[in-house]
């Protein structure tokens, strides 16, 4: 008899970032982050987790293929603290001898994304809090799973609800958790425009990244005391009042010091390219154009751009997009949210030589959740 459950999760993109660790093992980060949950139709890992008396081992396939499980030390810290939760848990509640045989037996997970995984695209926050979301669902476990995810990456603890969440670095294994700010429904026009710059497997993952940077930045010390405490004040500000310009001014400045602090690092980590950096112009440029911030960047480790807007600038910034990169593409250059890539442009914005991937556009979505038999 084998028990099984399906559960999906979002990928979520950090407005205030995390970048630093003061404990490497239990992944409690030197400062708490902000991100925004983006909506599942567009990104989402997906990932079954069953249990029989039959299997041998635990079992892994991601995207299909098998995965070694002995030497993942993250996903070896999220199941057992999942069985080790799991079992306190029936002790608790005097659980029979049938439940307490599930527990002790192996587990079999599969996952699968639907957007490229390692890109830079955050598959490792939506797959850590997929599979810690479903093992919660099949063993039934009561409380704050966002310190399971948390083991399996970082920025995984964010993705285990919807809307804005807060990371909260916490001191210790416990206190390390994420919590809903505000929900999806807070602020509804807001749209994200993904431009996947490339594919590609980033070369130094931000694991190895940011212990390099704790390790050589000075700057990194700086931003932890001196400037990230005034930033997520002024974010929740900004996000509770509904004041774009606000947020995209800080989330732009978010983005440049985590890059300075990448650049500060020894040798440096060099994740954004020369398009880049074209994004970065051309977002200054159109705000610019408009003596207003109608438009926002965010870079994370790798070279792909998460652009903030609001829906009634949707369809001219995917205008600019495709003018700008589109050109030689084919027609499913914009997925996701549909967007009027034709509009009127109130000045030349330029063809790039530089070609990109492809454009998703998406908007802020909801936690993880059990999918249901089809
Ligand atoms: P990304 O920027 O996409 O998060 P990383 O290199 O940081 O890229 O993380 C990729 C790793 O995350 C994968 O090699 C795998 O170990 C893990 N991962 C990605 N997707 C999933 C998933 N759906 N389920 C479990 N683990 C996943
Ligand atoms: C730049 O969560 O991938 O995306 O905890 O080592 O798995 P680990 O790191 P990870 O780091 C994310 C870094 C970032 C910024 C952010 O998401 O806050």
Redesign the pocket.
Known sequence: EIEMVTCSAPV?I?VI???G?SCEKK?IPLNS?I?LTLNQDHLKATTTVATSKGFESDKVWLNGVKQDVVNNA?LQACLNEIRSWARKQAARRKADAKELLKISQKIHIASQNNFPTAAGL?S??AGYAALVFALGQLFSIEGDLTRIARRG????CRSMDGGFVEWIAGTDEDDSIAKQFVPEMHWPELRVFIIVVSKKKKDI???GG?KNSVETSSLLQYRVSDVVPHRLTAVKTAILEHDFSAFAEICMKESNQ?HAVCQDTYPPLLYMNDTSKEIVKLVHKYNDFYGSTRLAYTF??GPNAFLFTLDPFANEVATILNETFGFNSGDKFFRGLSVKANEPLPYECGTLEKSVEYVICTNPGKGPKVVMDE
């Open positions: 979520n950090a970032k995390y970048w660790k992944n982050s991100s993250r955050a490792s926050a990456s970082g920025s995984a993952g931000s694991t940011m985590l994370d480790a």
